[in-house]
């Protein structure tokens, strides 16, 4: 996707943005080194950073607007990133190219100016000449090959991660998060052990900590309601299991509201099946996954069991939820008095009147209902207060 923020400025018609934490960290690196240069080396090492960063995601950007993609480049806290959001397909090799460029320019341009300078970047007694020669050999060659290193989220990881998309289409980067991190996780903990490892401790902990966040993020991305994957292991066959993981989402409370695909499919026996197989009383916890229940056990025809189940959860939690839930169940069985009581209990909770009107109108449930008086009232008339206190079905 293309960078969105205003851009500082432009580079070759790059929008670049400079965040604040880049600015912060540059300042963090020309402070911290002491030593005999007496904050020469810092300077030098802040001032190459920041033109090598650019300089490796300019790569980046020009080879993806070769393939047709508009691109960006945001300058953040410890790294910069190019964004692009491409106009046509981009095919797997042109995305390796893009990967390669930032690296490749970036090692390309440093090595031109240390040789530039009379330095051999492969000597180190020639390396050490300086403090500007030695903060642009590590600004310089020694990221832009550390960002070969095949891990998330470095350039190299990126490589493999369309490597696998080739083979086994959408397997990439879930493979590659967990791959990445056990790699790290071992090079971290080689750190007690190998003094060449010790000496990037820093960095590898760094890099460790972004991998635990793109965990909890795949793991959040690729999350399923425990609906459709009751559904899924009944459909498999194994009873147990499908029973076992819809009463641990029922019962562990999660901020997740996951909307099951089954919601918007025709019945289901599967998940009927398992439903009708749950520990009676039923299991709650989990005011989300109790509503969604409470709705499926309304469509299955339960109707007067999710009316017990909702308003029992209303009890213990009131919200709009639980007793819309017990509104949806009461209408169902023909009781449109205490759906309009309980609907009035759903717009206390904090439910919008316009939100009260859609979702009569949209459930099938009110369809015997929502003509008769106590929801003419309920709808047309005043919002204030309910007329009565909702009664249990």
């Known amino acids: 996707m293309a960078a969105t923020r205003t851009p500082h400025f432009r580079l070759l018609g ?100 240390l040789v530039a300078m009379g330095v051999n970047p492969l000597d180190h007694d020639s390396v050490l000449e300086s403090h500007a020669t030695q903060a642009i050999w ?52 080689s750190a007690a052990f190998v003094d060449e490892t010790r000496r990037f401790v820093v960095f590898i902990g760094i890099l460790f900590a972004l991998q635990l966040a793109a965990v909890f993020d795949e793991r959040s991305r690729n999350a399923v309601s425990p609906f459709d994957a009751a559904a899924k292991a009944m459909r498999n066959g194994d009873e147990a299991k499908a029973v076992r993981i819809l009463s641990r989402g029922l019962s562990r409370p999660t901020p997740r509201r996951l909307v099951p695909t089954e919601l918007s499919a025709p019945s289901d026996l599967a998940l009927e099946h398992v439903i009708s197989r749950l520990p009676r009383p039923l299991p709650a916890g989990d005011p989300w996954n109790e509503y969604l229940l409470a709705t499926f056990l309304t469509r299955f025809g339960r109707a007067n069991e999710a009316a017990e189940y909702a308003a029992a959860s209303f009890h213990d939690e009131p919200s709009a939820l639980a007793a819309s839930a017990v509104a949806r169940a009461a209408a169902s069985l023909g009781d449109s008095a205490t759906a309009a009581g309980w609907l009035r209990a759903a717009r206390d909770a904090g439910l919008a009147d316009t939100d009260l009107r859609a979702l009569v109108t949209a459930s099938r449930e009110f369809a015997t209902v929502r003509d008769s008086p106590e929801f003419q009232e309920l709808l047309g008339g005043p919002t204030g207060s309910p007329t009565a206190e909702p009664r249990r079905t």
């Open 138 to 189: 590590w600004a310089g060659p020694f990221i832009g090959l550390m960002n070969l290193v095949p891990v998330l989220p470095l350039d190299g990881g990126n490589v493999v991660m369309t490597a696998i998309d080739g083979v086994a289409p959408g397997k990439g980067r879930p493979i590659m998060v967990w791959v990445s991190l056990v790699i790290t996780g071992a090079a971290l903990a």
């Open 14 to 113: 790059f929008p670049v943005h400079v965040g604040y934490g880049f600015v912060m960290f540059m300042v963090l690196i020309a402070v911290m080194p002491r030593g005999d240069g007496g904050g020469q080396f810092g300077l030098w090492l802040a001032g190459s950073v920041a033109a090598f960063t650019l300089i490796h995601e300019l790569g980046h950007a020009l080879v993806a607007r070769h393939v047709g993609a508009e691109a960006g480049i945001s300058l953040e806290f410890m790294a910069g990133y190019t964004s692009f959001r491409p106009t046509r397909p981009i095919s797997r090799p042109w995305s390796v190219a893009i990967s390669l460029a930032g690296p490749a320019v970036h090692i390309a341009t440093s090595v031109a100016v």
